[in-house]
Structures are given as structure tokens and as C-alpha cells.
């Protein structure tokens, strides 16, 4: 957990030292997905992709 962590914080100071604020929304929500796909698994992160949800 600790890396996840030290992982966010840089890409905090990534898009905090070159301005690009208009990626932090993107690469939030790939956080969130990869989070969820390692705590809950592939096959039920995969369903709600291929129901376009």
C-alpha cells in the first residue's frame, strides 16, 4: 500500500510542476480502476467493462 501511495504523490507532483491539470481527472480514475481491479479481481472489473457501464 505503501507504493500506491509514493505512486499517487508523484503523479500529484507531475501534473502540479508541468500545469497539466486537465490530466489529473484521467489519471485519478485509472488509479481507482487499478485499485479495484487488484482488491476485487479481474472478472468482476471486466464485467462492468464489457457492459459499457
Known amino acids: 500500500m505503501k507504493k ?3 505512486v499517487f504523490q508523484e ?3 507531475l501534473i ?3 500545469k497539466l491539470y486537465f490530466l ?6 485509472l488509479a481507482v480502476i ?3 481491479f ?3 479481481g479481474s472478472s468482476i472489473i471486466m464485467t ?6
Open 4 to 6: 500506491f501511495f509514493f
Open 34 to 36: 487499478a485499485v479495484l
Open 48 to 53: 462492468f467493462i464489457y457492459a459499457g457501464v
Open 24 to 29: 489529473a481527472p484521467l489519471l485519478l480514475s
Open 16 to 18: 502540479a510542476a508541468h
Open 38 to 40: 487488484i482488491k476485487l
Open 11 to 13: 503523479m500529484k507532483n
